[in-house]
């Protein structure tokens, strides 16, 4: 079963504009992880954003927030004020603990695209 | 501080020669975790280690792969005899724990592999 899923294969957004990449995970573990990270056409991942299945407030991290709404399974990406630059893919990843050990589930991607 | 380093950047190979991709995590970092993305399966875990010992390698395709950590600085990734479907791009990322925000896993740039 997928652990992460990604909805939106593709994303546009205009320069100066909010978006929205979603994400829902599915895990019966108390105690988990989510990342989001994100990887330009260059290749490299880039660790954006982390989430704790305890943390009781939203992650934010400049731009970048998490909307987590632990009830749903979602852990969506907020990034605000797009730049150029953002364009990329954006993968959002779970870590379940104990027995699963600690390696990441990755969904499958949002490529997005900001244009002027 | 450097980040994760991956040699080399780029291979390109025979079906049938060794492969060996070299990876020095980030300077007291205890997890290391070897990656591999491909279009079609995504990103996928091979093995990880914790503190020079291979925790859970359930993820290596065959017993053509095989990883070693000699030590804290230093880990490889080897394939032999490599085929072309072995193709991808191979990332190694490290992380300093277990336990909230240090658990986030920072990759290196990615070894990609074209096996022909």
């Known amino acids: 079963a997928q652990k992460i899923t990604q909805t939106q294969p593709g994303m546009f957004v205009q320069e100066k504009e909010a978006v929205t990449l979603d994400c829902t995970y599915d895990?019966?573990?108390?105690?988990?992880?989510l990342f989001w990270y994100k990887q330009p056409s260059s290749g490299e991942m880039i660790f954006l954003i982390y989430q704790g299945s305890y943390d009781q407030q939203n992650a934010t991290e400049g731009r970048y927030s998490l909307n987590f709404q632990k009830a749903r399974k979602s852990a969506n990406l907020v990034i605000s004020a797009s730049q150029l630059g953002d364009s990329a893919m954006y993968f959002c990843a779970m870590r379940e603990g104990g027995d699963s050990g600690y390696a990441l589930n990755f969904g499958k991607g949002t490529s997005l695209l900001v244009t002027p | 501080d450097a980040g994760v380093i991956q040699s080399p950047r780029h291979e390109v190979t025979e079906m049938g020669q060794e492969v060996t991709l070299r990876c020095k995590p980030i300077?007291?970092?205890?997890?290391l975790f070897w990656y591999r993305q491909t279009m079609m399966r995504g990103l996928e875990l091979l093995i990880y280690f914790n503190n020079n010992v291979p925790i859970d390698d359930s993820g290596m395709p065959e017993d053509r792969f095989s990883a070693k950590m000699p030590n804290a600085s230093f880990s490889t990734l080897k394939i032999q005899p490599s085929e072309p479907r072995d193709s991808a791009v191979y990332f190694c990322?490290?992380?300093?724990?277990?336990?909230?925000?240090?658990?986030?896993?920072?990759f290196g740039p990615g070894t990609r592999l074209l096996v022909l």
């Open positions: 895990t019966s573990d108390p105690s988990y992880g």
């Open positions: 990322a490290s992380s300093h724990g277990l336990a909230g925000s240090q658990e986030t896993q920072y």
């Open positions: 300077s007291g970092h205890d997890y």
